[in-house]
């Protein structure tokens, strides 16, 4: 079975850009996370889907950051328009069921915005 | 404060040796899961705990629901095993999402 699978691996983006970043459970996976990870932060949940469904959509990124899934294997996060404080990377994980199920993590996608 | 406390923050080790990482929870966690992130940024799947203990190799982690921690113990240290050590447990509050400690920077040296 595949992993995680996010593309690009890395992003370079002007600010003021407009940038998808991708993401693709593994099969069969019910719930999706979108983490963002700097060294300061740490890793921040970003939104968080259930069988497609919106549970959490992270408070402090509401106004620019919107992920959306619209099919039970693909996930975008766009970001909208992007800021040189958004360079990070960008982590999707997916589990069968969390809390009873094990997480899995994607390889990232690196975002550096000029 | 933190939901989820790991320490040390940083540990260096002498290869061969061993050693004990912690991750202490004030929620109640049920499971916990062991991330290891290595150079290259990849979290890699380590232990998915219920209560008790589980091993795997040169690795062994308990966890202790009743007193709110887990451990990470580390026999015989290599290189390999240098990177970011990770625990995360479910939050509740209705979404049950995945709450990370801030991760054990782990170095071994020859």
């Known amino acids: 079975d595949a992993g995680v699978t996010q593309t690009p691996r890395h992003e370079v983006a002007e600010k003021g850009q407009t940038i998808i970043l991708k993401c693709e459970p593994v099969s069969g996976h019910n719930d999706l996370f979108w983490y963002r990870q700097t060294k300061i932060q740490g890793l921040e949940l970003l939104s968080y889907?259930?069988?497609?469904?919106?549970?959490?959509d992270g408070g402090a990124f509401k106004d620019r950051f919107k992920a959306e899934m619209l099919n039970s294997s693909f996930s975008t996060l766009k970001i909208q328009p992007t800021e040189p404080k958004d360079s990070a990377v960008y982590l999707c994980?997916?589990?069968?069921?969390?809390?009873?199920?094990?997480?899995?993590f994607g390889s990232g996608t690196r975002l550096t915005v000029l | 404060g933190d939901k989820v406390k790991q320490s040390p923050s940083a540990l260096s080790l002498q290869e061969g040796t061993n050693s004990a990482l912690r991750c202490n929870f004030s929620i109640a966690a049920t499971t916990v899961q062991w991330f290891l992130q290595n150079p290259r940024g990849s979290l890699i799947n380590l232990f998915y705990l219920v209560p008790g203990t589980k091993e795997n190799g040169r690795l062994k982690s308990t966890f202790n629901s009743k007193e709110s921690y887990s451990t990470l113990h580390i026999r015989d240290a290599q290189l390999e095993d240098s990177g970011t050590y990770f625990c995360a447990a479910p939050t509740s509050g209705g979404n049950y999402k995945p709450t990370f400690g801030k991760g054990t920077s782990l170095v071994v040296h020859p």
């Open positions: 889907f259930r069988s497609k469904s919106l549970m959490e």
């Open positions: 994980a997916s589990s069968l069921d969390w809390g009873a199920e094990t997480l899995y």
